[in-house]
């Protein structure tokens, strides 16, 4: 998956206009601890959109989604679709959730989660995807009923995969091959396109 946000000529300015609206946003108390808003990486549009829980320390200093090591274990998970199929990913809160400044991460409360709400709506609506990929459990129920006409699907958070052993775990082997399987399936039934 690219590591940076590549957005189509049709939904620059509609994005453009979404970072406006959220880069300073101080509607939660995670706007007092965080250094960015983060936003998408991958593609704008997108076929598969996966959404964490929210970003970590690497994420807020350098202010793009899943970049530490959950984010490169989730880019090995993806490696084998992500020539065929236009990809993004992004978290529940925009802003960091930690204990203090520079705390350990934790999950975002309800409140912060109902706050940001609003904006992973708009992410979803923009990226338009066939699949909406639900990384942990935050994340499932946060937009589960939030994903227009997109199929959810949900599978363990890269960081839980990490703790069992990253790539080389049983755990990895069979996200991965799930996720072969969802894919396999939308792509058999013409849902999902495949690009040589
Ligand atoms: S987490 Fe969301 S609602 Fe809270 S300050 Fe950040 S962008 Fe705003």
């Known amino acids: 998956m690219k590591s940076v946000l ?7 300015d509609v994005w453009k206009e979404h970072i406006r609206l959220w880069h300073a ?3 939660c108390e995670l706007s007092k601890t965080r250094n960015k808003v983060i936003f998408l990486r991958g593609h704008l549009p997108c076929d598969i959109l996966f959404i964490g829980e929210g970003p970590g320390k690497t994420e807020d200093a350098l202010g793009v989604p899943f970049i530490g090591l959950a984010g490169k274990l989730l880019d090995k998970l993806v490696e ?4 065929h199929h236009r990809m993004a990913v992004g978290n529940v809160v925009g802003c960091r959730p930690c204990d ?8 975002p409360t309800d409140k912060e989660l109902d706050r940001c709400h609003s904006k992973i709506c708009s992410e979803i609506d923009l990226a338009s995807p066939v699949l909406v990929v ?9 937009i589960a009923n939030s994903i227009g006409k997109a199929e959810i699907f949900h599978l363990p958070h890269p960081a839980y995969l990490l703790r ?6 049983d755990a990895f082997y069979a996200t991965q091959e799930k996720l072969t399987r ?11 396109n495949a690009t040589e």
């Open 25 to 27: 946003c101080a509607d």
């Open 100 to 107: 203090s400044k520079g705390g350990s991460n934790r999950t």
């Open 182 to 192: 969802k894919i396999g399936e939308l792509t058999a039934c013409g849902i999902l």
């Open 80 to 83: 084998p679709f992500a020539h």
């Open 6 to 12: 590549v957005v189509s000529q049709s939904h620059l």
């Open 134 to 142: 639900s990384l942990g459990h935050t994340s499932l129920l946060s």
């Open 164 to 169: 069992c052993g990253g790539a080389a775990s």
